[in-house]
Nanobody, 115 residues
Framework: QVRLVESGGGSVQPGGSLRLSCAAS????????MSWYRQAPGKERELVAT????????NYGDSVKGRFTISRDNAKNTVYLQMNSLKPEDTAVYYC????????WGQGTQVTVSS
């Protein structure tokens, strides 16, 4: 069964950091690019970051460039999102996604940035 499970969300003050993890199972992880998306209340889901299957290339949404870093460990079937200098506008549910066909989504993890 193909599955993605996010973890690491929580509440943090502005300027703080969090590291999200997405554990994959049920497929050959190293064959697929992976992405992180987020969705804030009342807003559309937006792309945060993406990484190729072997981690050779990454891309970021404009709002997180320079603050967030996507990485992966193919030996552990896990993709990460290191989030630094967090802002209240980063508050959202964060989802990981397997790219390609068929698309697979995790269940999401809540990140709340508030003082």
């Amino acid at each position: 069964q193909v599955r993605l499970v996010e973890s690491g969300g929580g509440s943090v003050q502005p300027g703080g950091s969090l590291r999200l993890s997405c554990a994959a199972s049920g497929f050959t992880f190293s064959n697929y690019g992976m992405s992180w998306y987020r969705q804030a209340p009342g807003k559309e889901r937006e792309l945060v970051a993406t990484i190729t299957n072997i981690g050779s290339s990454t891309n970021y949404g404009d709002s997180v460039k320079g603050r967030f870093t996507i990485s992966r460990d193919n030996a552990k079937n896990t993709v990460y999102l290191q989030m630094n200098s967090l802002k209240p506008e980063d508050t959202a549910v964060y989802y990981c996604r397997r790219n390609g066909w068929p698309t697979v989504w995790g269940q999401g993890t809540q990140v709340t940035v508030s003082s």
